[in-house]
């Protein structure tokens, strides 16, 4: 029991803790003006967020064809707001978190297994093709599948041994880390 809860907290609390540090840390810097005080509210805030860049999205592929057509490009702002972006589509919040987790575990490992498939560089660059480029398209999607069904992801891999104390650690990670992030900003508000 007591080398499960260490389990839990080493590869758990503190990634997803770490995470949402950051995450939530960024969309705060992001977010400046808002004087946001406590998780509760956060998390309202974050999904009102999340319901208007679904809104933008909507609205985005309306006139994507005539954007194309004139050449526009992403705003540096869009190209570094991947991962958050990323994050809020998973749903942001404590799902969110770990969902984002996830799709990096599973990704990684799938990159790293391709690149050992190949014997060298040059037969690498040999398969290249557009066979391989489906290939890589269909596992990206398979995996965000993965991400976003998550718990049934964790369950069945074989890692997790007690459930019922992992999800209360990994969700005490994620509130801890937003926590943090919220008493840092608060901080800095008052020395700046």
Do not use: C
């Not at 946001?36 to 309202?44: D, F, I, K």
Request: charged fraction near 20%; charge should be positive; proline fraction near 2%.
């Amino acid at each position: 029991m007591i080398l499960e809860l260490f389990r839990a907290l080493l590869f758990a609390g503190l990634p997803v803790g770490a995470a949402s540090y950051f995450l939530f840390s960024w969309y705060l810097r992001r977010r400046s003006g808002t004087g946001v005080t406590s998780l509760r509210a956060l998390e309202r805030d974050l999904k009102q967020d999340r319901k208007e860049r679904s809104k933008r999205r909507k609205e985005q592929k309306r006139g994507l064809v005539g954007a194309m057509a004139e050449g526009a490009h992403f705003s540096r702002e869009q190209q570094l707001d991947l991962v958050h972006n990323k994050w809020l589509k998973f749903g942001g919040g404590f799902y969110g978190v770990v969902g984002l987790l996830t799709y990096a575990v599973v990704e990684l490992g799938d990159v790293w297994n391709f690149l050992v498939g190949f014997e060298s560089l040059w037969s690498l660059i040999s398969q290249f093709g557009l066979d391989m480029l489906i290939r890589l398209f269909v596992e990206a999607l398979r995996n965000f599948i993965v991400a976003i069904a998550w718990p049934a992801y964790w369950l069945s891999s074989g890692i997790i041994h007690e459930p019922w104390l992992w999800f209360p650690v990994a969700y005490g990670g994620y509130w801890g880390g937003a926590r943090l992030a919220l008493q840092r900003l608060g901080a800095q508000r008052a020395v700046g």
